[in-house]
Every structure is written in structure tokens, then in C-alpha cells.
């Protein structure tokens, strides 16, 4: 059977959120919330409401980056101190811990921004070509609602989002 | 004067319009400014290129005075660099939805100043070559920096928050950019197509969006607050009277946030006029601006009650020696200068007439930038002038070669500026669509909750207690 990518654009959110509230309660039976995703200009504040929390991974990769960058900071300059005995201590410890605290901290730092970065590349799915389906006006001020469904719900998805006030659909076969 | 921070009733595809229209079509006093910083950066570069043939004679630096303009210059700029970061961190932290308009621009000064900082160690070193010698590489001959130093820790401070910066500002913009890759054709679209990573504003792409964000705003608060604290550790750490001070850190942090809230209030106005955008950047964010730094003036100036009254009453001889000689020695005036922009000028801030007056608090921003810069002169020269030795003392006044590269200095800022404006939006569109959409929200919710209110009152009889119960 043939599966389709469905855009369905509304002029507001509540429109959207209704009909996205009809999926959810199973109007459409084999239908269901986790196969709608919901392209806005903003984001909106109660959006998990409808869709469920879908949760992220990024905080996980940052707390790994902070204590890779401040663990690795810190062996980094205790190796390079301990290997370059030539430089003159003046009898203090050959691996100062203050001072070394404070460069470990700014490892620290740079080390979980990076990495939240390339979490965040990766968890939002950037870097990677867009889907064919997509309207400059949810730049503006439309809401879509995009569905990957199969062939016989096209129809029934089709008149549930013109009971809810739609502006435009677009469907495409996937290929 | 209007009191709402924001029009609610505009149109999302209106902010969208206004925004891009700043992009489009440079007017002649876009060019004339271009000019105008072009010819200051190559003033700086005729002096650098005589200093890098010459050699740092020409600069007047030279024992005792081996730190003059150009260390005093750089922590200008990174001072300047705390606000539009930090400030929008925290505002974003503590959901002050006016930051929404403001903020992009703030934080691509943050980016540009550090930009023009890092030049000033680079030039005041004289052989710029050598400059990748304070960086931790692995080399045949196992040499390392002395990582006990605080210049050290400035290259690690200062690159670790020009990177997150960068990046913040970035992270903040790809929305913007994906809706400017929609709308531009030609060279641009190539380049938005690029910058905006395939944004497209699905709900898995926003809910990242903000976690990572935050995340963001989280690490640059401490981060910025360490880089200036590690900056005065330059000379909190030296035993240089008057550089000695306990107070230095958050001295130099207030001195930052002061210098970097008055430049906001300038690029504000300057934007705000020549852009149009009375709309976005309205007359009770620009209050709000000035009011926040009339607050950060008042602490500024009680941490420099405090460095002279602990001066004054720890006896140290020659700090007090060298404080006295900055009331009224060589010089006073400057010091005395600094003391009235940075002190004083700020009180204009308290009258609301002054608050609503653009051009009167454009002069303002730009004299307490002044004072700023005054300020951070009178921390570094003073001090070498009156040291411990006597034969040590000598008034050192800075060459033509050290105020060409500072006044270029500020050429180079406005350039990466004024680039800045034509290619990304200077306005956060959807961070101005959310702040519309919130505020109507609340609004809406306001007046259901009144609403509903009246009518839970008229069945309050059956459920609720009555005043007798109460």
C-alpha cells in the first residue's frame, strides 16, 4: 500500500490543536497522536499537552560534557605541568590544584556548550535534507500539522482537518 | 508614552515584513557610517603597520609603563561584551519577555566586542607572531604555558566565552534564519540555506531548540561573571598597589554589565532610528534599559566607594599614596572625569523626563561609555606611574600610535556591526511573535478567569461558602 506525506495548514493554533485533539481521541481509528508532527512559527507553550512529552535527550549529553571537559581539563593540565619539570616551580606543588580549578572550569563550560550543540544538531534531526512537504508560511503565521500515513486514511485525515477550518492541504506519495 | 512594551494587535507577516525590509536596500547613511569606519580601522592599521616596522618604541610603552591604552582598551571591549550576552541569559532565565526585542543585537555586540578585544593582547605584545605561545599545544620540546598565570587564564577564559557566545547567538538565530532563507533569492538564499541547518519548525525541533537554549543560558552566567573576574585577576594577583584589591572581581563585573547596559541603550536608539523599529524597540524596553543600568551605575559606583575607603583605612602607604595622587595628581582630571560620567551622569537616569528624552539619553549612553573607558585608563596607568620605587616614578602619556589604534579600534566594532545588521535580522521575529502571543494570551486568560469568576459568583450559593462561613 502506498503511504503518503500529508501538510495540513491552519490559520492558528487553536484550529490546529483541535484537530490534532480529534487524533488523539482515536476519531480516525489507526490513526494516531504519535504519527502527527506540529510545524509552527513558535513555540508553543502547551503544545505537549496535545501531543504528550516527548522529552529530550540534550541535558543528558550536557552534564556528559561538563564532567568529560572539567575530568579531561584537568588531567590534561596535570599531565602537561608533570612533563615540563624544566619550568621552575619555586617550591610550590609542580600541580596547582586552584589554579587548575579555574582553567578546568572554563574547559568545563566549553566542553558541555559544545556538546549541547551537537546534541542538539542531532536530536532535532538538522543537518538533514528537509522533507519535500513544507510551506514558507509556517514562517509567518500558519500552523501545519504533517502526518506520514497510509493511503486509506487520506481521505477520512483530509475531512477532519476541514472540519477544522484548514487553509490548504498537500499530500505527496513516498517514494 | 505608550506603557505596553509591545503593539499585541501586530500582524506576525507585518513583524516579518519589517524585519526583513531592515535587511534589504542599504540608504545612503548606511554607507556614509561604512565610510566612516573604514577610515577610523585604517588609521588603526597605518599605526599598527608603523608600530610592527618600527618596533613598540613608538608606542611610548616602556618600563615602567609596559601596560598602557592598549590593556585598558581590551578590557573596555571585554567589559563592554558582559551585557549583551549575560544580560540576555539572565533575562531569558527569568522569563522577562521584554529582552525579546532587544536581545539579538545585544548579543552580537557581546560577539563583536570580544572580536576587537582579542586584537589589543595581540597588538600590545609588538611581535604578533608569537601570539600562539600562550595557547596549550603539544610541541617537540615539550614546552608549555605557565598555566599559574593569569594571562593564561584569560586566553582560556576569553576564548571559552567568545565560542559560547558565538554560539548562543547563533543557536538563537537558525528560526530567523529559516525564515530568511524563505524569503531571499540570489547569494542570500544560498547563504540562509546553509546558516539555517534545515530548520523547518516542527514540535521535535522546538522542543531541542528551547532545552538547548536554556542550557545555553545557564553555562554563559557563571561563564561570563568568571571571564571578567579572571580579566581582574591581571592585576587583583599582582602585589601593585592600587591593582591589589579584594574588591576587583566584582568591581570589574559591575564596571562590564555598566559599560555594556549603556552600549545596548546606544545601539537601541541607533537602530530604533534608522531602521524603524519603533515598534519592536518601544519606549518602555528603552526605559526599562536605562533603569537597569542606573541600578548597575549605583552598584558601580558603592564598589568604588568601597576600594577607596578600604584604601584609605587599611594604611597601606603606598596605596594610599597612589590614591590621593589620583585625586589630584597628573592625572586628575581624567580620574575626576571618570568619577562624574560614571557617578554623577548616571543620576540624569532617576527623571523620567531624561528617560523619554532619545536624544538627550543617546549623549548620556555615550558619555558613560566614556567614563567606562576612563575608568579602566585610570586602573592601568596610574599604577605604574607611582609604583614602590622612586626611581620608578614617571607620568607616561600614550603616542599618537596608541590612540590611532584605539579610535580604529572602535572603526573595526562598528564594521563588523554594521555588517551584522544587513545580513542577519536585528530583531528576534519569533522571539517577537512568542512575546505578541503570550502577552495576548495572558490577556485573553485574564479576562476568561474575570469571566468565569462572575460566573462561579452566581453559583457560589450551592458550592462555595458563603460570607457567613467565613
Redesign the interface.
Known sequence: MKKYHLLGLFSNFDEAFNAISDIRHYKIPGVSVDDV???????H?E?EEI?GD?G?H??KF?LGGALFGSTMGFL??AA??A??S??PQGG?PVI?IP??L??S???M??A???S??A???V?????????PL?S?N????QVGI?MEVEEKYIEPIKELFREHQVVEIRDEVIK | MPTRDINEDI???QI?KDVLRSMENPRMGYWVAIGVCLTMLAFAIGAEIYQYNVGMGPSNLNWPHMWDLYIATFIFWIGMSHSGTLLSAILHIIQADWRKPIYRFAEAMTTFTLLTAGLFPVIHLGRLWNMYWVL?YFSDR???P???SPL??DA??I??YL??SA?FLF?GM??DL??CR??ARGWRKKLYTVLS????????????????YM??AC?LI??AV?VHS?VASDFAMSIMPGWHVTTFPPYFVAGALYSGCAAIITLFILLRYFFRFEQYMTMPILDKTIKLTFAIAMVWTYLNLIEFSSIWYGHDVIAKELLLSKFNGPYAPYFWAMLFFGSVLPFAMAFEKVRHNIPAMFVISLLLNVGMWLERWMIVTPTLSLSYHPFAFDVMWPSWVQWFIVFGSFGWFGLLFLVFVKIVPSVSM?EV??MI??RRHLANKGIAEVMHRRDSDKQSGSDAPGLEGA
Not at chain 1, 37 to 43: M, Q
Not at chain 1, 123 to 131: D, E, I, N, P
Not at chain 2, 197 to 211: M, S
Open positions: 508532527t506540529l510545524i509552527s512559527p513558535i513555540e507553550p503544545i501531543l516527548r529530550s540534550v541535558p550536557t590534561f593540565l602537561a605541568q612533563n615540563f624544566v619550568q610550590k596547582a589554579t587548575n579555574v582553567l572550569y572554563e574547559m563550560i566549553m558541555a556548550v559544545l549541547t550543540i546534541a542538539f544538531l536530536s532535532a534531526r538538522l543537518l538533514q535534507k528537509r522533507k513544507y514558507e509556517v514562517g509567518i503565521d504533517e | 500582524k506576525w507577516a516579518n596549550p615539550g614546552i608549555w605557565n598555566f599559574r593564561v587564564w582560556f577564559a576564548s571559552t565560542t559560547s554560539l543557536v537558525i528560526p529559516a525564515i524563505d524569503n541547518l534545515g530548520w523547518r519548525g516542527d514540535d521535535r525541533q522546538w522542543r531541542h531548540f528551547r532545552k538547548t542550557l545555553m553555562f557563571p561563564l568568571s579572571i519569533y511573535k512568542e502571543f503570550h
